[in-house]
Structures are given as structure tokens and as C-alpha cells.
């Protein structure tokens, strides 16, 4: 955009035709004077009125469809029009009006104001040129008049364009940074869901190999049935999350995560509340509570599991405990992607090994 004018048009794509020419019906004024004294006009000066009106109502066209810094021309002959024409009615006084409107839309900073005072100028210099000094008043009170209040108009129009194409700027950046969130949000789940279990396969496939080249079939078998069994397992994963399981509400996921729970015959007690989370706090809530839920059924020895979710006035919260036994707790990729995902979020996540495991997960409360 340069200095004096910018890429905006007026006329407005996909409008109604009376938005963008609509106000050309106040243009009509511009013919009072031949009506009011139709008697005192030749017939060369009814048409050429006529004719003048409908070079204008061109250039305002033109003017109105092209770019701002295109529509130079066409305002420039708008004002020849108006000048040259008002040797003949008076009625150029409402015509000038347009000028300044598409003077206050078009040009921007000192040129604005600069082509405004031409516009005044040549008010001044046509009324001192064709019109009687008793009728000064009459006709350059109210062109003047016009042509400032349409001048305000058109400077509203353009930063109220202005305002909106930064708007929809904004809006299409939100949308992009969006789709470039919701990308990595699918590259990081599918690397939480597949990434050990691909890495296992990988270590047993080499594991099984090497026991073919050294003769132990019965050990390359064991491995290649566990590389299968991970397989399955890892197919099941993705299955589960393209099927539509992560697009469940948070409680949702848990009633069904406490089913399986329950079909494994652990007693389970749950204390579900329903909370009022972001999108951002459900979803990943959603994993830890799956990816908890997981490691449960994996890997404990627990006979009973308690599932508490609930808020204070500060924090959501989200527990999950049971009675198996703990030697050790051992940070892999599930628990580590826990951690991160809580703490992107302002959280907190803590593991106690204290009469089995418990799981504490912690989130900022926000106003929606």
C-alpha cells in the first residue's frame, strides 16, 4: 500500500447491486433546478444535462469497481464534469458531494486533506465563475455541506473496510496456526501410540533374526510371535483412535475406559464429576486418562482401581490409584508424554508408589 492511496475498492464483491449503487438515487437532485425551470432550458441544454449525468454515473462506476489508486482518473473527471456542467444548472451542487466521498475513501494521510481543499477551491472558483453573487450562499453553502458530510463517510467506509480485511487476516492466521496445532497433535499422538511399540518390533525383528543365523528356531519363533503380538496391538491403538475413542467427551472416555476395567474383572470406583475444561484440558486429559488406564491393564497386578475426577476453586484434577504392587517405576514414553503434555497446559503431574500407584494430574482452572 503507498502513501497516498490503496488496493481496496469500493463497490463490494458479491453485494447486492443497491449497496454498492444505491446511493446515486440522492443524484437525482442534480435535476430539480431543470425540473423547477424546465420552461428556461433549450432542448441543447436538457440533453446535454442528460448526458453529462450519464458520463457521471460512468466515471462513478468506474471509480467504484476499480482499486483505489486506479480510480484517480475517473474522480478527476467526475470534478471536470461537475465544474464544466455547472455553467448550466446548479443542480452540480449535490454531484460534487460524490467527489469528496470518493476523496475520503480513496486517499489516505496529507494527500486526503490536500485533495479535500481542492475539491473546496473548486467550489468556490465554479460558483464565482457561473453563478450569480446572490446565489453564492445557495449554492455553495449546501455543496460544500455535501461534500464534507460524504468526505466524513467515505473515511468511516475505508477503516471500517480496513478493520475488516485486518479481521479476516487475523481470523485466516487463527485458522492456519489451528491446522498447524491440530497436526502436531496427530504427529505427537501417533507417536505416543506407535513409537515404543514400533521400536520393540524393530529391536525383536533383528533379535530374531540373529537367533535364525545362530540356529535357535524355537527362540526366533518366541520372538517373532511377540513381534506379531505388538503388531496386533499397536494396529488395535490406531484403530481405537481413528475409530473416533479421543473424540469422546472426557467422561465419556472414562465410563468406557471403566468398562474394560471391569470386563478384566477389576473392581472399579469411579467418582466422575462433570467439568467445564477447554478444548486443550479435555483432550489431553483424555490421554492421560487412556494412557493411564493402559498402563493398568498392561502392566498391574491390581484387583482394584480408584478413578476420581473433580475441581477446586484452582485446579482440575484427575486421579487414578490401585493396589498393585510397585517395584519400581520406570519413565517411558507413555508417562514422560504425560508430563509434558500436563505441564504445557500450566499443570502439574505427580506419580506416588505408596500401597500400590497412584496418578495425580492437576490443571489450571479457566474461565470459558
Given at each position: 500500500m503507498s502513501s497516498v492511496t490503496h488496493?481496496?475498492?469500493?463497490?463490494?464483491?458479491?453485494?447486492?447491486?443497491?449497496?454498492?449503487?444505491?446511493?446515486?438515487?440522492?443524484?437525482?437532485?442534480?435535476?430539480?433546478?431543470?425540473?423547477?425551470?424546465?420552461g428556461t432550458y433549450s432542448v441543447f441544454e436538457v440533453v446535454i444535462q442528460f448526458l453529462a449525468y450519464i458520463g457521471f454515473v460512468f466515471c462513478y462506476h468506474k471509480?467504484?469497481?476499480?482499486?483505489?489508486?486506479?480510480?484517480?482518473?475517473?474522480?478527476?473527471?467526475?470534478?471536470?464534469?461537475?465544474?464544466?456542467?455547472?455553467?448550466?444548472?446548479?443542480?452540480?451542487?449535490?454531484?460534487?458531494?460524490?467527489?469528496g466521498y470518493f476523496i475520503g475513501?480513496?486517499?489516505?494521510?496529507?494527500?486526503?486533506?490536500?485533495?479535500?481543499?481542492?475539491?473546496?477551491?473548486?467550489?468556490?472558483?465554479?460558483?464565482?465563475?457561473?453563478?450569480?453573487?446572490?446565489?453564492?450562499?445557495?449554492?455553495?453553502?449546501?455543496?460544500?455541506?455535501i461534500s464534507l458530510g460524504l468526505f466524513g463517510f467515505g473515511v468511516v467506509e475505508y477503516k471500517e473496510r480496513l478493520h475488516r480485511s485486518e479481521s479476516r487476516r487475523s481470523r485466516e492466521q487463527i485458522r492456519q496456526l489451528a491446522k498447524i496445532a491440530e497436526r502436531e497433535r496427530i504427529a505427537r499422538d501417533l507417536h505416543?501410540?506407535?513409537?515404543?511399540?514400533?521400536s520393540s518390533i524393530s529391536l525383536?525383528?533383528?533379535?530374531?533374526?540373529?537367533?535364525?543365523?545362530?540356529?535357535?528356531?524355537?527362540?526366533?519363533?518366541?520372538?517373532?510371535?511377540?513381534?506379531?503380538?505388538?503388531?496386533r496391538t499397536a494396529l488395535s491403538e490406531v484403530r481405537e483412535a481413528v475409530s473416533g475413542m479421543k473424540q469422546l467427551g472426557l467422561?465419556?472416555?472414562?465410563?468406557?475406559?471403566?468398562?474394560?476395567?471391569k470386563d478384566k474383572g477389576l473392581l472399579v470406583e469411579p467418582d466422575i464429576q462433570q467439568l467445564t475444561l477447554t478444548p486443550e484440558q479435555e483432550s489431553c486429559l483424555c490421554f492421560v486418562a487412556k494412557e493411564a488406564i493402559t498402563n493398568v491393564l498392561?502392566?498391574?497386578?491390581?484387583?482394584?482401581?480408584?478413578?476420581?475426577?473433580?475441581?477446586?476453586?484452582?485446579?482440575?484434577?484427575?486421579?487414578?490409584?490401585?493396589?498393585?504392587?510397585?517395584?519400581?517405576?520406570?519413565?517411558?514414553?507413555?508417562?514422560?508424554?504425560?508430563?509434558?503434555?500436563?505441564?504445557?497446559?500450566?499443570?502439574?503431574?505427580n506419580l506416588r508408589a505408596e500401597n500400590g500407584l497412584m496418578l495425580v494430574a492437576q490443571l489450571p482452572r479457566k474461565e470459558i
Open positions: 488496493t481496496m475498492q469500493l463497490a463490494r464483491k458479491g453485494k447486492h447491486f443497491f449497496w454498492n449503487y444505491g446511493p446515486l438515487v440522492f443524484s437525482v437532485f442534480y435535476f430539480f433546478p431543470m425540473i423547477r425551470n424546465y471509480a467504484s469497481i476499480k482499486p483505489a489508486k486506479d480510480a484517480t482518473n475517473f474522480i478527476a473527471l467526475m470534478l471536470l464534469i461537475c465544474f464544466l456542467m455547472t455553467q448550466v444548472t446548479s443542480g452540480t451542487s449535490t454531484l460534487f458531494g460524490y467527489v475513501f480513496c486517499f489516505l494521510g496529507t494527500v486526503r486533506w490536500l485533495m479535500l481543499a481542492v475539491l473546496m477551491c473548486a467550489i468556490t472558483l465554479v460558483a464565482t465563475l457561473h453563478i450569480s453573487p446572490n446565489y453564492w450562499p445557495y449554492f455553495i453553502g449546501p455543496a460544500a455541506v505416543d501410540l506407535l513409537g515404543h511399540s514400533l525383536k525383528s533383528e533379535l530374531a533374526g540373529k537367533f535364525i543365523d545362530a540356529g535357535c528356531h524355537d527362540k526366533a519363533k518366541h520372538e517373532a510371535q511377540e513381534v506379531a503380538e505388538l503388531a467422561r465419556a472416555q472414562l465410563e468406557v475406559m471403566a468398562s474394560r476395567l498392561k502392566h498391574s497386578t491390581a484387583s482394584k482401581v480408584s478413578i476420581s475426577l473433580g475441581a477446586n476453586e484452582q485446579y482440575h484434577k484427575f486421579v487414578l490409584s490401585d493396589d498393585g504392587e510397585v517395584h519400581k517405576v520406570v519413565w517411558g514414553n507413555g508417562l514422560n508424554g504425560i508430563k509434558s503434555r500436563i505441564e504445557e497446559l500450566g499443570g502439574s503431574f
